[in-house]
C-alpha cells in the first residue's frame, strides 16, 4: 500500500502510507504528548494546542460544508461551533484535521510554494479517496491507541450476554461503550475496528446505512 495514489490531473502525487506506517506516527505522537492523556481519552485539543494550532470556532452555517477544515495557514483549525455540543464528534474532527496537517505537512508548511495540482478542487476523486482514507485511519489511532482499543473492545464484546441481540446489535452496543471511553464518535470507533480488523467489512457498511451522515 505504500505505492503513490493516482497522479492529479496537473501532476501532484500523493504518496499513501501504510496502516504500520500510520500507527507508528500515532504512536510517537501520543508517547510524546502522554501528559495529555488520561484514562483512556487523549486530549486532542490540548495536544494540537501544545504543537501551536489554533481552534476557530465558526458560525453561519459551516457544517452545512464540513465540520471542519485545515486553513492555508496550517496553524489554524476552523470547527464548527455547533460540534462542541457533541464532543466526541468535536474531538474526531479536530483529530482528522490535525491527521490531514501531518499527511500533508509539506503543503502547509509553505502554501505559497504548493505544487500544481494540489488545490482540493484539482484532486482527482482517487487522490481525495486516498488522502481522506489515510487522515480518518490516523484520526483513529491518535484517539484510540491500538493495543489498548484491542483490549477494550474484547473486553467489552466478552461482556455482553444478551441472547437478544444479533451480531451487528451487540457491535454496536460495544461501539457505544467505546465511544463513551475514548471519546471519539461512533462512527471514528466503527471505522477503526474496522481498520484493525475487528468488525468486517459488511458490519461496517450496513452501520453507515443506519446512521444519519
Known sequence: MNSDSNKGSKGYVYKRKTPFELEQIAEAIVAKYADRKSLSVIDIEG??????????????GLRNLANAYTARDWRFIPIAEERAAYPPGYR??????????????????????????????????????????????????????????????????????????????????????????FQASDIAVWRRAKNLKLVDSSEFKLFLDRIPL
Not at 495536544?47 to 453561519?60: A, H, I, K, S
Not at 484532486?123 to 484491542?150: C, N, R, S, V
Open 47 to 60: 495536544l494540537v494546542e501544545d504543537l501551536g494550532l489554533t481552534l476557530l470556532p465558526r458560525r453561519g
Open 92 to 181: 474526531s474532527d479536530i483529530a482528522e484535521e490535525f491527521a490531514h496537517i501531518l499527511l500533508e505537512f509539506e503543503l502547509w508548511r509553505k502554501p505559497s510554494e504548493r505544487p500544481t495540482g494540489s488545490e482540493g478542487h484539482e484532486l482527482t476523486p482517487e487522490q481525495h479517496q486516498a488522502i481522506e482514507e489515510d487522515a480518518w485511519y490516523l484520526e483513529g489511532a491518535l484517539l484510540m491507541p491500538k493495543a489498548e482499543f484491542e483490549a477494550r473492545f474484547k473486553y467489552h464484546t466478552d461482556s455482553i450476554k444478551d441472547p437478544n441481540l444479533d451480531q451487528f446489535h451487540k457491535m454496536k452496543k460495544v461501539a457505544l461503550l467505546l465511544s463513551n471511553e
